[in-house]
């Protein structure tokens, strides 16, 4: 659920706001408008010159087809940048803040050494990519949320095998049938599901959920659940959470209603294990449980620091080796802090690599970390930096929490 992890973001934004200043320096603020006015001169300029560059250098315009509306064209040819042609093909989403009328989140690719922006959609629901499917690992696949942002409407475009091109912009469909809006998961196995509720919107809908296999063309046999949210997927467990914050668990095609697990308060984040064995459960009150999905039992673990209020917890993920770690928020400083921790020794160790907010693994490439650190002005428009953990490190530049590495095993 990474759009999540931006609503928590914005969440604790909002939560530090009577901490703002009251005094307004009226000075600092001539000198600022001053250089934000020089700032978008220089933009224009450059903008013109781009734009006349771009004219010279593209004859043809690629039409993006959609069966419900008609999609920008991908970039061609990419722009060139300095990022070294040795890493691995990532897809991205970033935040254009210059987009009219309020901004834009936009999906970035960044293959052999060249950037490109492969779509900006429309309107300011959730977008939120994927991963790398069909033959090769060659067609990316992200969802665009839509009003009242509980679906999502799922998208593709295909890389040739160089990296050089790409296939028009469409949305994804399974033997030629164009998929139900619902909303997409990416298991801990890498697999791609999707929760389509019956009543498009509605909380209180049940749904039917499908494993889409990895070559994007069919899907397993739709699993019924009952009413309730969207939480989690694996190949042998479904969960499902109601508005009181109750989770029930499907471990069956044929368990419709599923069995009610207690937790340990209002949920504020859950996270799979990389062998889809046990669910982590982060709640508002800072109780912590891990939830064996094979018998359904819990484990309570210690409670996870800066959660309680002001704090916020940000998120929970796992590392590969089956570690578990949180991403806080103290809610006392700064709104740009978070405090990363590793549950270790029966205890929860601050990391050693400030302001880390969650790590992407992908196998056969580099680790791809998300940081926030006040010291970088991130907007709050953007989740943080995305860092490639290559040696040296690649700053891949302001980004949204939402990534994905092609594999390369």
Request: aromatic share 4%.
């Amino acid at each position: 659920m990474t759009h999540d992890l931006d609503d928590a973001i914005r969440a604790s934004l909002r939560r530090n706001a009577e901490a703002a200043p009251t005094i307004v320096d009226l000075d600092g603020v001539r000198d600022r408008a001053s250089a934000i006015r020089r700032r978008r001169l220089l933009d224009t300029t450059l903008a013109v010159a781009a734009t006349v560059v771009v004219a010279l250098g593209v004859g043809v315009l690629v039409r993006g087809i959609s069966s419900n509306q008609t999609l920008p064209p991908p970039v061609n040819p990419p722009t060139a940048t300095a990022w070294p042609a040795a890493l691995p093909w990532i897809a991205y989403t970033n935040f254009d803040a210059n987009a009219q009328p309020s901004g834009a989140t936009r999906i970035q690719l960044r293959i052999n050494g060249t950037d490109r922006t492969v779509r900006t959609p429309p309107g300011s629901g959730p977008v939120t990519v994927l991963g790398w499917y069909g033959p090769d690992h060659r067609t990316l696949v992200w969802g665009e949320g839509q009003p009242p942002f509980t679906t999502q409407l799922l998208s593709t475009v295909t890389v040739s095998a160089d990296g050089s091109t790409l296939s028009p912009v469409a949305p994804l469909r399974l033997r030629g049938q164009a998929l139900t809006p619902g909303r997409a998961f990416v298991g801990a196995d890498g697999a791609l599901r999707l929760w389509m509720p019956d009543t498009l919107g509605s909380a209180a809908s049940p749904a039917s959920v499908i494993t889409i296999n990895d070559s994007l063309d069919g899907a397993s046999t739709p699993w019924r659940v009952g009413p309730g949210g969207a939480v989690f997927a694996t190949a042998t467990a479904i969960g499902r959470v109601t508005g009181d914050s109750q989770l029930y668990v499907s471990r069956s095609p044929s368990d419709t209603v599923g069995t009610r697990v207690p937790v340990c308060g209002s949920l504020r984040a859950v996270s799979v294990s990389p062998d889809a064995g046990v669910l982590a459960v982060g709640c508002s009150n800072a109780h912590a449980e891990l939830i064996d999905l094979a018998t359904l039992k819990r484990t309570r673990i210690p409670d996870i620091p800066e959660v309680t209020d002001p704090g916020f917890l940000l998120g929970l993920w796992w590392s590969p080796d089956g570690r578990l770690h949180a991403t806080t928020n103290p809610g006392t400083a700064t709104a740009l802090t978070t405090d990363a921790w590793t549950l270790s020794g029966g205890a929860w160790a601050p990391s050693t690599t400030p302001g880390v907010v969650t790590r992407f693994f992908t196998t056969g490439a580099p680790t791809v970390r998300l940081e926030r650190l006040p010291t970088d002005g991130v907007a709050a428009d953007n989740s943080g930096r995305l860092i490639v953990e290559t040696d040296p490190p690649v700053d891949l530049g302001p980004a949204g929490s939402s990534v994905a590495v092609r594999p390369t095993g």
